[in-house]
């Protein structure tokens, strides 16, 4: 398989915040914005593979900023790294001021999908090859949140985890 650049799955979603969607405050309700982030995560996960995939964790959503009523809201999304059958997927989210355009980052997320055939069975995929400094920044990063993923998820133990240990050991 010939590894694919982020671009190749970048997708961007824009849409605005409707009263439906909204928490008492009047902000975009955080399980609505996790439902959006899971959507363009999972286009950019089958673009890259262009297999069925499906969420296999959350790893990372920070709320920074609330987002409220009314607002356009763009979540963006790509393969920030492949392993064998899982992909890392960075989400950044932007709200857009309805009067000067000028967008602001509100929120980002880290999503793990894997590649799946029809029976359900994790299938390879392609390799990623970062292009800009970003993405090689959040490639390079990639490996020691899966081993992080994993041991949280109790499906790692903790003394294999040799690119999270680094990070307290360097
Ligand atoms: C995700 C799923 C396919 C993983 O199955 P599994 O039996 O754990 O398969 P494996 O152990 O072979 O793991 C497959 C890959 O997922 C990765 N993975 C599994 N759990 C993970 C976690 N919590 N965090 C990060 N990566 C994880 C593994 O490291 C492996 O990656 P690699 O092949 O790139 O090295 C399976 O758990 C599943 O189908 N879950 C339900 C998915 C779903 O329905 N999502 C929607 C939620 S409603």
Avoid: C
């Amino acid at each position: 398989m010939r590894p694919k650049k982020p671009s190749a799955s970048r997708t961007i979603m824009t849409d605005m915040v409707l009263p439906s969607e909204t928490n008492p405050l009047n902000n975009l309700f955080g399980g609505e914005l996790l439902a959006r982030m899971d959507r363009a995560a999972s286009i950019a996960a089958r673009r890259h593979s262009r297999r069925i995939t499906v969420t296999a964790s959350v790893n990372h959503v920070a709320f920074n900023r609330s987002v409220p009523l009314g607002s356009v809201v763009t979540v963006e999304a790509a393969v920030s790294r492949a392993f064998k059958t899982s992909m890392e997927i960075f989400i950044d989210v932007w709200m857009e001021d309805r009067f000067t355009g000028e967008r602001t980052k509100a929120n980002e997320a880290i999503y793990t999908f894997v590649a799946v055939d029809e029976t359900g069975i994790p299938t390879e995929v392609p390799q990623l090859e970062p292009e800009t400094d970003l993405e090689k920044e959040r490639f390079a990063g990639a490996l020691r949140r899966k081993q992080l993923s994993l041991v949280l998820a109790g499906k790692m133990n903790p003394s294999e985890a040799t690119e999270l240990k680094a990070i307290f050991t360097s």
